[in-house]
């Protein structure tokens, strides 16, 4: 059973950093792209950036220059950190990844104050 826990979600006011953390178990982390999301309450999850067996990172405009994907596959963890947050960046963070099927955690609020 492939299962995401991540931790790091709190409320931080703006202009302040963050670092999200998804751990994984039961699959083959390391051949695997992981996947950040976020929802805001009334809007749909949004893909905020994921992160390829390679390394190669991609990210949202929303977030671009702002946030920091990573990956340490020895611990079988990717990483998010997350500066120069906005109001705006309010959601729940869901960590993701397909391995024959979609796999999700349970999510992590963040919430930024203005």
């Known amino acids: 059973q492939v299962q995401l826990v991540e931790s790091g979600g709190d409320l931080v006011q703006a202009g302040g950093p963050l670092i999200l953390s998804c751990a994984a178990s039961?699959?083959?982390?390391?051949?695997?792209?992981m996947y950040w999301y976020r929802q805001a309450p009334g809007k749909q999850r949004e893909l905020v950036a994921w992160?390829?067996?390679?390394?190669?990172?991609i990210y949202a405009d929303a977030v671009k220059g702002r946030f920091t994907i990573s990956r340490d596959n020895a611990k079988k963890t990717v990483y998010l950190q997350m500066n120069s947050l906005k109001p705006d960046d309010t959601a729940v963070y869901y960590c993701?990844?397909?391995?024959?099927?979609?796999?999700w955690g349970q999510g992590t609020q963040v919430t930024v104050s203005s």
């Open positions: 992160i390829t067996a390679s390394g190669r990172t």
């Open positions: 039961c699959f083959i982390f390391s051949g695997n792209a």
């Open positions: 993701n990844t397909i391995f024959g099927a979609a796999y």
